[in-house]
């Protein structure tokens, strides 16, 4: 089970940090996807087990980083320079293949109920 936190309303320019808990003692890659109304879900960004890969998408890069705290079960996605455009619903999911990175979220078996990120210009 998956449990998304950390979403809320805030300004463009503005930082937040999203947290994605994980029951369970096993050890998943985690990745972050994220669904505006009407449109497709977009990849955000990927964390091996151990944290030594990730990968993010395009939009986010230089804006956006994904850690985990493996003692804690948690992933985070730590938000900056946030835009209106990043309005979306914030979805974690995990893949039983530990070194899954992968921007596709066909490869994650779990997720998260979502969370809602609203930045406002």
């Known amino acids: 089970q998956l449990q998304a936190s950390g979403g809320g309303l805030v300004q463009a320019g503005d930082s937040l940090r999203l947290s994605c808990a994980a029951s369970g003692r096993a050890l998943y890659g985690m990745a972050w996807f994220r669904q505006a109304p009407g449109k497709e879900r977009e990849f955000v960004s990927a964390?091996?087990?151990?944290?030594?890969?990730?990968t993010y998408g395009d939009s986010v890069k230089g804006r956006f980083t994904i850690s985990r705290d493996n003692a804690k079960n948690t992933v985070y996605l730590q938000m900056n320079s946030l835009k209106p455009e990043d309005t979306a619903v914030y979805h974690c999911?995990?893949?039983?293949?530990?070194?899954?990175?992968?921007?596709?979220?066909?490869?994650?078996?779990?997720w998260g109920q979502g969370t809602q990120v609203t930045v406002s210009s």
């Open positions: 964390i091996s087990w151990n944290g030594g890969r990730k």
């Open positions: 999911a995990a893949s039983r293949y530990r070194d899954c990175v992968d921007p596709i979220s066909l490869s994650y078996e779990y």
